[in-house]
């Protein structure tokens, strides 16, 4: 039986393979339904099923960033995550105007590429922290027609997001934050991070100023605190 969200892994490394669908596929709502280790053979199966989610390493031998556009020639609704060792910032913006919406790195907590998959499934985009930081460091032209709604999509916030700007505008940190939600406090900061990319902001004032407005939190706790 399909559970919820269905993901193909495409990399050319058997341990990768074997180490997401162990993570992934104890979820509930997560299904691995193919390993490929090759743009050729992916792109048979995308003719076959139409997954949910494709986890591709565009670096990996076998893939290329050719291979992310294959993907929607194939299946157009499928979206593409990609995950990879450390690339400068031109490789990650390369991907992202080929196609992708999410990208992590190999080395992520398990936690956020659980998240990367159920965001992009959802239809939002998500960075872990690390690759957010370098695309922000990265010089984008805002004209560029590849990124016409890059910044510009309505916002979506996760269940567990909003979770993470309430307790933000409760005063609680990270740490606090990661204790509170059986998480880890990388796995926090990179929700945070998403949260302020998402929101277009730079700081926690605006991510308070943001629940309130949004009645993620009530104003009068504010007003009415005790000190």
């Given at each position: 039986?399909?559970?919820?969200?269905?993901?193909v892994v495409?990399?050319?490394?058997?341990?990768?393979?074997m180490?997401?669908k162990?993570?992934l596929?104890?979820?509930?709502?997560?299904?691995?339904?193919?390993?490929?280790d090759?743009?050729a053979?992916?792109?048979?199966?995308?003719e076959?099923?139409?997954?949910?989610?494709?986890?591709m390493?565009f670096?990996?031998e076998?893939?290329s960033?050719?291979s992310?556009?294959?993907?929607f020639?194939?299946?157009?609704?499928?979206?593409v995550?990609?995950i990879?060792p450390d690339?400068e910032g031109?490789?990650i913006?390369?991907?992202?105007?080929a196609?992708?919406?999410?990208?992590?790195?190999?080395n992520?907590?398990?936690?956020?590429?659980v998240?990367?998959?159920?965001e992009?499934?959802?239809?939002?985009?998500?960075?872990?922290g690390?690759i957010?930081?370098?695309?922000?460091?990265?010089?984008?032209?805002?004209?560029?027609?590849?990124?016409?709604?890059?910044?510009c999509?309505?916002?979506?916030?996760?269940?567990?997001?909003?979770?993470i700007i309430t307790?933000i505008?409760?005063?609680l940190?990270?740490?606090q934050i990661?204790?509170?939600?059986f998480?880890?406090?990388?796995?926090?900061?990179?929700h945070?991070k998403?949260i302020?990319?998402?929101?277009?902001?730079k700081?926690?004032?605006?991510?308070v100023?943001?629940?309130?407005?949004?009645?993620?939190?009530?104003?009068?706790?504010?007003?009415?605190?005790?000190?």
């Amino acid at each position: 039986m399909k559970k919820g969200i269905t993901v193909v892994v495409a990399d050319n490394n058997q341990l990768i393979q074997m180490g997401l669908k162990v993570v992934l596929s104890a979820e509930e709502d997560i299904e691995i339904i193919a390993l490929t280790d090759n743009t050729a053979e992916l792109s048979e199966f995308l003719e076959r099923e139409k997954p949910d989610v494709v986890l591709m390493d565009f670096t990996a031998e076998g893939f290329s960033l050719e291979s992310i556009p294959t993907v929607f020639k194939k299946s157009p609704k499928t979206r593409v995550v990609a995950i990879t060792p450390d690339q400068e910032g031109t490789t990650i913006i390369n991907a992202l105007k080929a196609g992708v919406t999410s990208y992590v790195k190999k080395n992520c907590d398990f936690a956020e590429i659980v998240s990367s998959v159920r965001e992009t499934a959802a239809g939002s985009k998500f960075f872990c922290g690390k690759i957010l930081e370098t695309i922000q460091q990265v010089d984008i032209d805002p004209e560029a027609d590849e990124f016409s709604n890059f910044n510009c999509e309505p916002v979506h916030l996760s269940q567990r997001e909003q979770e993470i700007i309430t307790l933000i505008a409760e005063g609680l940190t990270n740490s606090q934050i990661a204790e509170k939600l059986f998480l880890s406090p990388h796995t926090v900061n990179t929700h945070r991070k998403n949260i302020m990319h998402k929101l277009g902001v730079k700081n926690t004032a605006s991510i308070v100023m943001y629940a309130v407005k949004t009645n993620l939190v009530n104003v009068n706790k504010f007003l009415f605190s005790s000190s």
